[in-house]
C-alpha cells in the first residue's frame, strides 16, 4: 500500500491552509491507503471525477455492497435509479420552477436588512449574523418550510459535519446522537405542517404515490437542507473573509463581468465542500493503485479543484477562468441540487458590500470549524464600523 504518514486534515495547519499539503500529496501520493482516515484518499481531479461519475463501481451506500451493514437510517441512494431520478427530476423541477430574478430580489433585501441591523455594532460574528440568518431564510424559501432560529440551523449543521468526520475527529455517540434526533425532529415538523409547501410538499406527496417510505424522504430533505443551508452558510464565511484579505478582489468583482465567473473561481479556489466518499462496489483500479470490494474512498475535491493538470495556475485566483469545470458541488447522480442558491447568494453578498457605506473588516481571530469535508469558518469577528 502506498502510504502517506503525514497526512494529518484535522491539524491546526491543514484547517488554516490544506492547499500546500494537497499539491505534495497529489505529486507524491495521488492515491493511498490512511489507517486514520479508515480510506482510500484520492486527490487528483481525473480519479475524483471518475469516481464521482462511476455509480456502478463506486457508491455511496454501503447497502449496495453488501447486505451487511452498520447503516440503520433509510437511504435516497438506497432506491433503485429509476425512483431517485424521479425524486431527483422533482426537485429539479421546483428549482426550475422558482423565479430567480425574484429570488435575488429577496436576497438582496433580507441581506440590506441584516447589514442595517448590524452596521452601528463594534463587533459581530458573521457566521451568526449573516451566514446563518441568509442561509436560513434561502434554505426555507427553497424548501418551502417554516424558517427556525438561525443558531438551531447553525447548530445543526456543524452537527452535520462533524458527523461526516466522525472517523477523523473520534466518534461521539451521544453528539452524534443528540444531532440526528435534533434534525429528524426538523424534519419532522415541516413535514407535519399544514404550512409547508413547495419543494418538501411535492416531495411528500410524489413519494406517497410511489409508495417511496417516509424515512427516504426525511433523508432526501436532510441532504437538500445540508446541500442548501449548509454550501451558503460555509460559503459565505469564506467569501467574506477573502473579500477583506484580498481589497484587490474585492474591487475586480465590482465589474458585473467579473462577478459571475469570479464566484466561481472563488468556489474552485476556496470551496465549502472540500471532501466526499465512496466505497468500492467491486475490486478495482485506480491510477494502478488495486481497491478492494467494500474499502472505503476519500475523494479530496479540494485537492481535485487545484489539480494543475486541468486548472492552470491552480494556486492563483483568476476571476475570468474558463473553462472551470471544478467539482466544488460534486458531480454525476449526487451532484449538489441547491448550489444554484449558493452562487444567487454570493453574488448578492458581493454586490451588498459593495454599497455598504463603509468595507467591512475584521475585529478578532476567526476560528475555523473543526472538520475537513466541509471548510467553513465557526466564528468570523468583523463590523462595519472604521
Known sequence: MSSAPDFDPLSPAMLE?????????????????????????????????????????????????????????????ALDRKAVSELRRLVTGSIHAQDLEQIGRSVRASIDRIFEGVASRPSFDWMIEVGARLSGTITADFLG????????????????????????????????RRVREAFGGLIDGWLGSPQTHGTVLTLKNRAEEMGVHVGVVKNLIGLLFIGSFGTIFASSGSFAFMLMERPDVFDQLRDPRLLGSGIEEFLRFDGPSQATSRIAKRTTEVRGVTIKEGDPVFI???????????????????????????????????????SLFGQ??????????????APLRLTGTPIRLPTTTVRSFASLPVTFQA
Not at 45 to 72: A, G, K
Request: charged fraction near 30%; aromatic fraction near 8%.
Open 300 to 338: 479530496v475535491l479540494g485537492a481535485a479543484n487545484r489539480d494543475p493538470d486541468q486548472f492552470p495556475r491552480p494556486q492563483e485566483l483568476v476571476l475570468d477562468r474558463a473553462p472551470n469545470r471544478h467539482l466544488s458541488f460534486g458531480w454525476g447522480p449526487h451532484s449538489c441540487l441547491g
Open 344 to 357: 444567487l447568494a454570493l453574488g448578492e453578498l458581493a454586490r451588498a458590500l459593495h454599497d455598504a457605506p
Open 145 to 176: 418550510v417554516t424558517e427556525p432560529d438561525p443558531q438551531v440551523f447553525k447548530t445543526i449543521v456543524e452537527g452535520m459535519a462533524r458527523k461526516f468526520d466522525a472517523d477523523l475527529a473520534g466518534d461521539d455517540p451521544e453528539a452524534e
Open 17 to 77: 491552509n490544506p492547499y500546500p499539503v494537497y499539491a505534495e500529496l497529489q505529486a507524491k501520493h495521488p492515491v493511498f491507503w490512511d489507517e486514520k482516515v479508515g480510506a482510500w484518499v484520492v486527490t487528483r481531479y481525473d480519479d475524483c471525477r471518475e469516481i464521482l461519475m462511476d455509480s456502478e463501481r463506486f457508491v455511496r451506500d454501503p447497502r449496495r455492497v453488501s447486505e451487511v451493514s452498520t447503516e440503520s437510517e433509510e437511504s435516497v441512494q
